[in-house]
């Protein structure tokens, strides 16, 4: 599910808060989450100055791995969706010169096309 897209710089949304109860570790200062996605068991955090994949790893979920991608590195982007009863959609992200992108599933409780909108709405500035 999305957790919040439309108060992304209200710093008093429990929304807000709760991003930055959980990852404030990870930003720098003036870093502020602007917007954020829960995808299954990952989280997509979208800042003022790059994007946070916080990703769980294994079956107990101990090991988690956090990717910052600055968003000038991000060279390209697309969304595939499936077909009507296919609820799957999968975000492609290229970064740099990399052939091969970053890959994410999404299942129905996620609008892909939300988090493609932050996206584009970040790296098209």
Excluded: C
């Amino acid at each position: 599910m999305g957790i919040f897209t439309g108060t992304a710089k209200n710093p008093n949304s429990q929304e807000t808060k709760k991003f930055h109860s959980d990852y404030g570790q990870l930003l720098v200062d003036g870093e502020i989450i602007e917007a954020g996605f829960i995808v299954l068991r990952d989280t997509f955090l979208f800042t003022n100055k790059r994007l946070i994949l916080v990703d769980i790893q294994g079956i107990s979920g101990k090991q988690i791995e956090y990717i910052s991608i600055p968003y000038n590195k991000i060279t390209r982007f697309s969304v595939q969706t499936g077909e009507r009863f296919d609820l799957n959609a999968e975000l492609k992200v290229w970064l740099g010169g990399d052939a091969i992108p970053f890959e994410k599933k999404f299942n129905k409780d996620v609008n892909v096309y939300e988090v493609q909108k932050e996206l584009a709405r970040h790296v098209l500035k």
